[in-house]
Nanobody, 118 residues
Framework: QVQLVESGGGLVQAGGSLRLSCAAS????????MGWFRQAPGKEREFVAA????????YYADSVKGRFTISRGNYKNTVYLQMNSLKPEDTAVYYC???????????WGQGTQVTVSS
């Protein structure tokens, strides 16, 4: 079992920055790929960013490329999402997830709200 807890969300003005954290417990996630997803009101959950187990490979949705950066902590049991140049359309609940088996993200956090005002 893996427990994931996101933090760092909040209210920010357009153009501002936030850094989200995702802390894992119960089991080390250092050997697994991690991802960030988001869900805006009335919309489906969408992929935001992902990082390989080593941290050497990162992937981003086109909508956040160049503005968001995903990274792993030194001991790799924490994953971060640095969000710069935030836009109102980035407003959503942000979730982190881990892929412990196969190709499916199988453990999810409870989410953290990000609200960007115009």
């Amino acid at each position: 079992q893996v427990q994931l807890v996101e933090s760092g969300g909040g209210l920010v003005q357009a153009g501002g920055s936030l850094r989200l954290s995702c802390a894992a417990s119960g089991r080390s996630i250092s050997s697994y790929a991690m991802g960030w997803f988001r869900q805006a009101p009335g919309k489906e959950r969408e992929f935001v960013a992902a990082i390989s187990w080593s941290g050497g490979d990162t992937y981003y949705a086109d909508s956040v490329k160049g503005r968001f950066t995903i990274s792993r902590g030194n001991y790799k049991n924490t994953v971060y999402l640095q969000m710069n140049s935030l836009k109102p359309e980035d407003t959503a609940v942000y979730y982190c997830a881990v892929k412990t088996s196969g190709t499916r993200y199988d453990y999810w956090g409870q989410g953290t709200q990000v609200t960007v005002s115009s």
